[in-house]
Each structure stands twice: as structure tokens, then as C-alpha cells.
């Protein structure tokens, strides 16, 4: 497949917008929007995927199946979740390896403690020391055999020691080479700019969520901060659970006789959305070129 790596997909738009996929279909209705790449996450995708919570009970290999299936489907450069590497550097290294094979164009790789993970950054309990840290992302850096895969520096420090010493941490990963830092967990505009102006020249990435107490920045206002990369994690996986939940909830009370259920007045064109998605015309293309004739009944005896 060919794959447009995340360096042109960063240079040919700033600040680089990616919805995460939870899904393959996700990912493919997200390269049909017209997005230059997205972003695989532990939460989103090990909710579709195996209604598991983030919290550090997946591992490498849950990971690897969902990426490898969203991957197949889509094109697009991509983002994927590291975690913590799922164990010392030696599980780094292999982590970074199995990615690569998988086609991932960045992984990120966090310093959250994964016996006490948490889901989102800003209720992080407590990050790794900070030269196991280096150790592992100089072993992810060493790792990697294409020149084009990235390694981001994600720390979660805020949530634990606060603002300052996940900036210091930021300057860490800096000094050690990786290409890329995150830091988790900002909560209001002027931390987003206090990171843009301390971590300047640096190539940054941002996280824009919705339903927490975080601001709704616009990714050219983060791009004026200094952010080259701007991810929403969350607007996918939670506007699907919403439409899901309220659906059956009304699909339940049709099937009881409680109240009646209308179709929906969008469904015509969301069948046909999703069957751009699917790509089924060239399934039919493929069905009448190379199908063996049809044989009657008849025919038969």
C-alpha cells in the first residue's frame, strides 16, 4: 500500500488535523472527508473493539489487532498509541517494531505509570521517574528502522506534579532527540500558549477534546501558538456512543409498543455513505468481471 509518510502529511498542512479512528470504517470515512491522516488511540479503539476501558489492561497485542485492521482500510498516514511501551525497553523495542510493520507513521510513547493508568491525562495518578523515561524512548528511537517514523514524547506529568515540571519534561524529550512532544492534560488557552512559547521551535502536538472542562480551541489558534499537529480524540467515539445509545433507546421502546419509532430522515443518504465506505461498487466491478456464468436448475440435470 502506498502510504504518504506523516513528515509530508505535517508539511503540507499546519497545524495537521487528525480525528482518531476507533474503527476501520471510521478510518476510511475519515480519508473520505478529505483528512491528510488521523490518529489510532488506546481508549476509542479498545472501546469498539473489545468494550475494554484504557486503563492499562490491554497490552501489544490487543493493540496490534485493531491497528492492523483500521490500517488496511485507509491510505492515510497515522498516529498510534504506545502506551508506555507495554513494559521495560525491551517491550518498547518490540513495540516499535510491530508498529512499523503495521504501517504506523508515529507512535507515542507516555511516561504515565501503567499501574495506576487512567483513561484521560488530566486525571493521570502518577508518571514513571524521569531517566526510566529517557531510557525508553532513546530504546523506541533505536528501534525504529524507517527514517520516517516518528517518535512522540507524550508525558502526563501535569495531572500528577503539575504545569511546570511537564513543560521540564517536554525539554527532556527534547534534548534526547525524539520528533515529536505531547503534553497531556492542558485545561485552559493560556496553558496551551505557555507551552507553545516554552517549547518553541519545537514540533508539538495538541489534543482538543469535547465533553470535559477543557477550551474548544481552534486549530489555527494553536497553530499560532506553535502547534504543529492537532488531534480530537474524542468527537468520533463519543457522537457515535450518543447516537447509539439514544437510537436503541428508541428502538426499544418501538419494539415494546411504549412509543413508535419514525425512520430516520437521513437514512437513505447514510446508506449511501456507507456504501461509498464499503467501496461496494467495486466489489460489483469485481463480481461481474470474474464471476463464473450462473447455472439453472435446469441446466444442472
Known sequence: MNRVSLKSALSAERP??????????????????????????????LAARF???DIGVAGLGEMSEGIRDIAAATTLPFFADGDDG????KSVARTIENYERL????????????????PRAEGAKGVID???MEYKLRAAMGARQHADTL?????????????????ARGERFLAIGVDMV?????????EFARVGRALHGATLSAAVFEGVDTPWLAPAALGEMGFSHVSFPASLIFRAVGVMR?????????ATGAAPMAPAADSRQSRITLDDALDIARWRRVETEFAAPSTTTSERR
Open 51 to 53: 468494550a475494554l476501558p
Open 86 to 89: 507495554y513494559g521495560d525497553v
Open 130 to 132: 524521569m531517566p526510566e
Open 103 to 118: 504501517g504506523v507513521g508515529a507512535v507515542l510513547i507516555e511516561d504515565q505509570g501503567r499501574a495506576h493508568k487512567q
Open 246 to 254: 439514544d437510537t436503541l433507546a428508541a428502538l426499544r421502546a418501538h
Open 182 to 190: 505531547f503534553v497531556a492534560g492542558l485545561r485552559r488557552e493560556d
Open 16 to 45: 495537521l488535523c487528525t480525528p482518531l479512528a476507533h474503527d476501520a470504517l471510521s478510518a476510511r470515512l475519515i480519508e473520505r472527508a478529505g483528512f491528510r491522516a488521523f490518529a489510532i488511540g488506546g481508549s476509542a479503539m
Open 151 to 167: 517518535i512522540v514524547g507524550r508525558t502526563d506529568a501535569y495531572g500528577a506534579l503539575g504545569l511546570d515540571a511537564a513543560i
